[in-house]
């Protein structure tokens, strides 16, 4: 080997281990979007209606780096999560009220996906579902109060390879691609109430405010591990490298997530509904379904993928519901923390868990469980995001790193889209 070709070699493993340590909280926030809850919610579109929903995958991906980049942008230049920043503008008792919220839904959310990891496991090995649950649990509990931050960020981020599962999958069955191509660019759009109801859903699986708390907390724990151990809006130069480095790993995240999500609703439109199963309740159906059409193979790969996503989004939706209430009351709040150093913080972590273990032994059925959580997320999106808008935009809180216009125009275009989705979702849910 030739010396430009070694540094060539060398060359090209530091700028891959540069862009790995770029990745970190979007990648990880993107990926959690895709957890078994999602996973049903993608099935039941591609099973019900085919490739008929594939483009809203893409409608929905600028709106979803926009409102993401607002909440790392606020984490990362304040210095402190989304509900310690919306206290100390709006009234607390507002904030409190639609933290509340978030943290019923993100346990409704984690029983959801507790529930669909227990079911995936037995499906591959047998068992009890809820041994195969209570395991998830413990373990995801145990993982967050015992092991620290620094060394809990890579477990998430290589978490995320799970989902390159789903795009194995397609490759195990037949794709009419012309067909998916006109399909994705060329929407045929029906208003029934059940395609408007499966949009609505689609649009409000890919923007949850708990995915808001997390990345905005994520934010503000790299910069706590990191050598610049400030707020950006406190430094009186320099900055646009860590807003670059926001703005790369938001964008890949959030791309990889919705890309993700293409490739399950291709799947299930090209296994189940072509095969006339358009009825998919949970995830593990799903992949219990694909079984005896596409083979041991992709359903090993579905099953497999549940499992593993919904180990990197029970800490996500734990972690940002405690996130926002530490935020509240100004409770210590980091995953680097050891336990007797925010009992608080854990405290809320291993309670959201254990309740939503708790409500896998209840008789509601898990579907139902996803509409509330579904429901409640799209309520509190829509205030939450309009907080986080005008506090990205104010000079007063964000200094020189206000948004820039671009962005703001886009954060807005969002949170009018999640608004519309609400609307749609309640009109939907109370008269069917």
């Known amino acids: 080997m030739t010396q430009t070709t070694q540094r060539e070699a060398r060359n090209a493993r530091w700028s891959v281990r540069r862009m790995l340590r770029t990745l970190g909280p979007g990648l990880v926030t993107g990926a959690a979007d895709d957890d078994p809850s999602g996973i049903a919610t993608y099935s039941q579109a591609g099973a019900q209606f085919g490739y008929g929903l594939l483009w809203t995958v ?35 008792w507002i904030v409190g009220a639609l933290v509340a919220l978030l943290v019923f839904a993100n346990t409704i ?15 591959v090995i047998g068992g009890l579902k809820h041994e195969h649950a209570l395991i998830f649990a413990a373990t995801s509990v145990l993982l967050q109060v015992f092991v620290p931050y620094r060394h809990y960020a890579p ?133 219990n379904a694909i079984r005896p059409i596409a083979g041991e193979a992709a359903f090993l790969l579905f099953a497999v993928g549940i499992i593993g996503t919904g180990l990197l989004a029970i800490p996500v939706l734990a972690g940002s519901a405690a996130y926002a209430v530490a935020g509240i009351f100004d409770w210590r709040s980091s995953l680097e923390a050891r336990f007797p150093r925010a009992v608080p913080f854990y405290s809320i972590i291993a309670a959201a868990t254990v309740i939503g273990f708790g409500l896998t032994f209840t008789s509601i059925d898990p579907i139902k469980m996803l509409i509330w959580s579904a429901v409640i997320n799209g309520v509190v999106a829509v205030p939450i995001m309009a907080m986080m808008m005008l506090i990205v935009t104010n000079p007063a809180a964000m200094g020189r790193f206000r948004a820039r216009p671009w962005l703001g125009r886009i954060g807005w275009a969002a949170t009018g889209l999640m608004a519309v ?10 008269w069917p």
């Open 109 to 123: 959310n984690i029983a959801a996906d507790i529930a669909a990891m227990g079911e995936a496991l037995y499906l």
């Open 155 to 287: 477990i998430l981020k290589w978490l995320t390879l799970v989902l390159f599962v789903y795009v194995g999958v397609v490759f195990t069955v037949h794709i009419p691609w012309s067909k998916v191509a006109v399909a994705t660019f060329v929407p045929s759009i029906s208003f029934t109430a059940d395609y408007l109801m499966m949009v609505v859903a689609v649009l409000g699986t890919t923007i949850s405010p708990y995915l808001f708390f997390w990345q905005a907390s994520q934010e503000v724990e790299e910069m706590r591990r990191s050598k610049a151990r400030r707020p950006l809006k406190e430094l009186s130069r320099g900055g646009k490298a860590e807003l670059d480095r926001i703005a790369i790993d938001t964008s890949i995240g959030m791309i990889f997530s919705n890309a993700i999500a293409f490739f399950i609703v291709l799947t299930t439109a090209a296994t189940l509904h072509e095969n006339g199963m358009t009825d998919i309740q949970t995830a593990a159906d799903a992949a």
């Open 58 to 92: 893409f409608l929905t991906t600028p709106f979803m780096i926009a409102i993401q980049l607002v909440s790392a942008y606020i984490g990362r230049v304040t210095g402190k999560g989304i509900s310690g920043n919306t206290k100390e503008h709006y009234p607390t």
């Open 421 to 430: 989705t609400v609307a749609a979702l309640l009109v939907a849910t109370i």
